[in-house]
C-alpha cells in the first residue's frame, strides 16, 4: 500500500516548526495558533469522516473542553497550558464516549444533523445559564508551564504556539498511523458498506463509535487551546457558525491526507485575516470564493494537490500525462 | 450425525407476499446443497434469514442445536455462518487484498489502532486467498476497476475467511459466462474446499446443479417443492413444471 513520511521524520518537522515560531513576527505566531488549534479539531472530523459520517456539530465538544478548562482554572487555579490541554481533551472525549454509541447507528444526513442540533441544545443551555455568565461568558487568567509564568506577551505567545504546534503535530502523526492500520482501514469499509462490516463479524457501531471519541478528544483539546488563546469564553464556542468553519477546513482539507489539514487551515486562517486587513465586512465573500474555487478545481480537497487518489497513483506513469496527449495534438 | 442447521416451520411474509411458507430443512454436515426456484421463489430471502438479515415471522433456526432466529448478522457470521452475495457486497473503492484484509481483521476479538492494516501475516493471508481464487495478481486492484465475475469470487472469498460451518452462496455463477460457467464453479469448489465442507449455493443453471450438488432443495412461492438427490428432484414433475420449465 501507499508510503507515507516515518514518524520519525514527521516527528523532526514538528520540532522543525515549532523552533520556526522564534523568527516569526508576533501577528504570525497568533494566527498560527489558532491555525494549528483550528487543524486538530477539523483533522477529528477528517478521521470521523472516514466512516462516512460527517459532524456538524464538533462546537459541542470545542465549547465542553473550553469550558471545563475554564471552570477548573478558575475554581482551582489550574494554569498550566499542557494540563489544561489534558483536561480539554478528557471533557471533549468523556461527552463524545457518552454521545458516540448513541448517534452511531445514524448515517448521513441524521447523523449531521444530529450532531447539531445536540451543540445547539448545548449553546442554548450555555446562554441561559448565569452560573457560567450566560451569552457573556467569563474570563480566564494567563496559561503558565511547567511552573513558569509568561510576563512578556512574546514569549506568552511563543509558548502557546509551541505547546499547540506540538499537541496537534503530535495528533497528526497518531492521526496519520491510525489511518494506516487495521482499524482505520475498517473505518473505510464502514463508509463503503456498513453491511459487509457486520457480515464480516466487525461492529460497524462501535468503529464508528471509536473514531468520534477520537474526534471529540481534539475537539476538546482544540477548545482549550481556543480558551488560552483569548482568555475568554462564552457560547459562541457551541455556536453552529463555530462548527461549519471545522467542517470548513475539513472540507478543503480532503480526507486524504493529514498534512493537507494544517495546509486547509493556515490558507483560511490567512484569507480571514488579509480580507480582514484590506477587504473589511466581505471576508465572508472572499471565503465563499475561495471554498468555491477549491471545491471546482480540488473536489477531493487540498490533499489531491499531492496525494492523486488511494489508488491511481500506481497508475499514473502508466497513462500518458494529459499535457503531452495535447502537446502531441496537432 | 447432528445437523449443522436445522429449520423447522420458518415463515415470512412481505404483505401479501408469501416468501418462506413453512420452511422445514436438515442440513447435514459435508453435504453440498443447491436451492433452485424460479425469481421470486424465495431463495434469497431464506439466506438472508438464516444469516440474521431478516428475521423470520416465526419457525426456529438452529444451528448445532442453538437458537440463530433473533441474532444480528454479525453474531451469526461469528458463530459460523458465512454468505457471498446476489450483488457482490465489496468495498469497491478499496483493493482486493484491502477488501480481504478488512474480513481476516473480522476474525479476531480486537482490531489494532497502531498495527498497520498489511502487518502480522493479514496481507499474506489475503494473497493467499485470491491466489486460491486465481486472482493473485489483481490483489492491489481497486474493486471499482475489476469485472462483475471477479467480484463474485472476491465476494466468495471473503465469505470463507472465517472458515465458516456452513457457507451459503447466493448464485455464484450468476453473470459468468456459458462458456466459463464450469471453469468458475470448479474453481469455487477448489478454492471453498480447505475451509468450508458445507454448502449451500443458489442456482439457475440446471447443469452446474446436477453436476456440483449432492442435494437439490426446490423452491416455489415460498415453499420447498422438493428435497432430494439431484436426479430425483430434476426430474421431479412438479419441478419441471415450476422451476425449471421442462425443457432446461
Ligand atoms: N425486503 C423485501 N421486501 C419486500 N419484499 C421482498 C423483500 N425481499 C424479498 N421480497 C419478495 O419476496 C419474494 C422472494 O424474494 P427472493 O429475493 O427471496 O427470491 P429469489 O428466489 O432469491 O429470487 P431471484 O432468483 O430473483 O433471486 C419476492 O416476491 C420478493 O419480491
Ligand atoms: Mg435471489
Known amino acids: ?330 | 450425525m447432528n445437523p449443522v442447521l436445522s429449520v423447522s416451520r420458518l415463515e415470512k411474509r412481505f404483505g401479501a407476499v408469501v416468501a418462506a411458507d413453512a420452511l422445514t430443512l436438515d442440513i447435514p454436515a459435508g453435504q453440498k446443497i443447491s436451492l433452485i426456484g424460479a425469481n421470486g421463489a424465495g431463495k434469497t430471502t431464506f439466506v438472508n434469514m438464516v444469516t440474521g438479515y431478516l428475521k423470520p415471522d416465526s419457525g426456529t433456526i438452529l444451528l448445532d442445536g442453538m437458537d440463530i432466529g433473533r441474532r444480528s448478522p454479525r453474531s451469526v457470521a461469528r458463530l459460523g455462518i458465512s454468505r457471498s452475495f446476489q450483488i457482490p457486497q465489496l468495498f469497491v473503492e478499496l483493493t482486493a487484498a484491502e477488501n480481504l484484509t478488512v474480513a481476516i481483521s473480522g476474525i479476531g476479538t480486537r482490531m489494532s489502532l497502531r498495527a498497520p492494516a498489511e502487518a502480522q501475516g493479514r496481507r499474506d493471508k489475503a494473497v493467499e486467498l485470491l491466489q486460491r481464487f486465481g486472482l493473485a495478481d489483481l490483489a492491489d486492484r481497486p474493486i471499482s476497476e475489476l469485472a462483475g465475475g471477479v467480484r463474485k469470487l472476491i465476494d466468495i472469498a471473503m465469505a470463507l475467511v472465517r472458515r465458516p460451518k456452513l457457507l451459503l452462496l447466493d448464485e455464484p455463477t450468476s453473470g459468468v459466462s456459458a462458456e466459463e460457467k464450469f471453469t468458475t464453479m470448479d474453481r469455487v469448489i477448489h478454492a471453498v474446499a480447505p475451509d468450508a465442507a458445507t454448502i449451500v449455493f443458489v442456482e439457475h443453471d440446471m447443469e452446474i446443479v446436477s453436476r456440483y450438488a449432492d442435494r437439490v432443495v426446490a423452491f416455489y412461492q415460498g415453499r420447498i417443492l422438493a428435497d432430494g438427490l439431484p436426479a430425483d428432484v430434476l426430474n421431479n414433475l412438479e419441478v419441471r413444471r415450476y422451476v425449471t420449465g421442462g425443457v432446461r
Open chain 1, 1 to 330: 500500500m501507499k508510503k507515507g513520511l516515518h514518524p520519525l521524520v514527521m516527528i523532526a518537522l514538528v520540532a522543525m516548526v515549532t523552533l520556526a515560531g522564534r523568527a516569526l513576527p508576533t501577528w504570525t505566531l497568533s494566527l498560527a495558533t489558532i491555525a494549528a488549534s483550528n487543524a486538530l479539531i477539523a483533522l477529528g472530523i477528517v478521521v470521523l469522516a472516514r466512516t462516512g459520517n460527517v459532524s456538524f456539530g464538533q462546537g459541542l465538544f470545542f465549547a465542553a473542553g473550553g469550558y471545563g478548562v475554564a471552570l477548573i482554572a478558575n475554581t482551582w487555579g489550574l494554569t498550566d497550558a499542557v494540563a489544561q490541554v489534558i483536561v480539554g481533551a478528557a471533557c471533549g472525549g468523556l461527552l463524545g464516549l457518552v454521545i458516540g454509541p448513541l448517534i452511531a447507528r445514524y448515517s448521513g444526513i441524521f447523523f449531521g444533523m444530529l450532531t447539531l442540533a445536540l451543540s445547539m441544545v448545548f449553546y442554548g443551555a450555555l446562554v441561559k445559564s448565569t452560573a457560567l455568565g450566560g451569552s457573556d461568558g467569563f474570563n480566564v487568567g494567563r496559561p503558565s508551564l511547567f511552573g513558569m509564568s509568561f510576563t512578556d506577551p512574546r514569549e506568552a505567545d511563543f509558548m502557546l504556539y509551541a505547546v499547540s504546534v506540538i499537541v496537534t503535530g503530535f495528533a497528526g502523526i497518531a492521526a496519520t498511523i491510525l489511518f494506516r492500520s487495521e482499524f482505520g482501514l475498517a473505518s473505510l469499509a464502514v463508509r463503503e458498506n456498513n453491511l459487509r462490516v457486520e457480515y464480516l463479524g466487525l461492529s460497524a457501531n462501535r468503529i464508528i463509535s471509536i473514531n468520534f471519541l477520537i474526534a471529540a478528544i481534539f475537539a476538546g483539546a482544540s477548545g482549550a487551546f481556543a480558551l488560552m488563546a483569548q482568555r475568554h469564553i462564552d457560547p459562541q464556542f457551541a455556536y453552529w457558525t463555530t462548527s461549519g468553519e471545522f467542517v470548513f477546513v475539513a472540507v478543503l482539507a480532503g480526507n486524504q491526507s493529514v498534512a493537507a489539514v494544517f495546509v486547509a487551515s493556515m490558507a483560511l486562517e490567512l484569507v480571514r485575516s488579509f480580507s480582514n486587513l484590506y477587504l473589511p465586512n466581505t471576508w465572508q465573500l472572499v471565503l465563499g470564493v475561495f471554498l468555491l474555487g477549491v471545491i471546482l478545481f480540488l473536489p477531493r480537497g487540498i490533499g489531491s494537490l499531492w496525494i492523486r487518489d488511494r489508488h491511481r497513483r500506481r497508475h499514473i506513469s502508466a497513462t500518458p500525462p494529459l499535457t503531452a496527449e495535447r502537446g502531441a495534438a496537432p
